[in-house]
């Protein structure tokens, strides 16, 4: 799987679009990029998926660059409760899922 | 509302003992996950297992077994637990192959070893 890069934290102030990026300059023609959130002490939990085209669900959209190699997800309201860690993942789409490599994320804190 | 449930949320036990730790899914999901997590580490892939009574290894398995007798099932266990064993604990399940190939995650177990 492509290895992925992520800013180590950010801040977003509650209410405005919150904005996280990811690098993926080494990604494969048929890899999918996956975006879950860890909010302090649960479990990891799936956002989105996409593999070129742009993405929306009722938690937030993924834009996919045109080369690819990078991507943003948005969460177009932030609260404070989307307060988490956000790990983006690269990967096959019909490999093994747990293999799937969660590094260290991204760190977004809303702020009231 | 699809659920994977840990049977622990926190766990102390002393060095030597042996620990069980519990994950139910009632999603009929066939792959079963165990990972660890631990700061600057990540989540770690200890065991996984794709069918009933099916167990393969993942990145980490020393000092850990798995046992899945049931669809819904799937154990951790630690023979004889080590104070480096001291992590939070995950488990997750995925469909076979098809689908979205989300992984759907527990709450988590933490487990002090003392």
């Known amino acids: 799987d492509a290895k992925t890069t992520q800013p180590t934290s950010m801040d977003c102030a509650e209410g405005r679009a919150a904005n996280l990026p990811c690098n993926h300059s080494?990604?494969?023609?048929?890899?999918?990029v996956y975006w879950y959130r860890q909010i302090h002490s649960q479990g990891p939990q799936y956002i989105i998926h996409?593999?070129?085209n742009n993405e929306t669900n009722e938690m937030a959209s993924l834009i996919i660059t045109e080369d690819r190699k990078s991507s943003t997800l948005i969460l177009p309201h932030a609260t404070l409760r989307d307060t988490a860690v956000y790990y983006c993942?690269?990967?096959?789409?019909?490999?093994?899922?747990?293999?799937?490599?969660f590094g260290d994320g991204t760190t977004l804190t809303v702020k009231p | 509302d699809v659920k994977v449930t840990q049977s622990s949320r926190y766990l102390v036990k002393r060095t030597g003992e042996k620990v069980f730790l519990e994950c139910v899914q009632d999603?009929?999901?066939?792959?079963m996950f165990w990972y660890r997590q631990d700061p600057g580490l990540g989540l770690r892939l200890i065991y996984f297992?794709?069918?009933?009574?099916?167990?393969e290894k993942g990145d980490i398995p020393e000092g850990y077994s798995v046992s899945r007798e049931k669809k819904e099932r799937f154990s951790l266990i630690l023979e004889s637990a080590s104070t480096n064993q001291t992590s939070m604990y995950l488990c997750?399940?995925?469909?076979?192959?098809?689908?979205?190939?989300?992984?759907?995650f527990g709450e988590g177990s933490r487990l002090t070893v003392l």
């Open positions: 997750a399940s995925s469909r076979d192959g098809t689908g979205t190939g989300e992984l759907f």
């Open positions: 080494t990604i494969s023609g048929n890899e999918y």
């Open positions: 996409g593999l070129k």
């Open positions: 993942i690269v990967r096959l789409y019909n490999t093994n899922a747990g293999k799937s490599t």
């Open positions: 999603m009929d999901h066939e792959n």
């Open positions: 297992s794709y069918d009933v009574k099916m167990k």
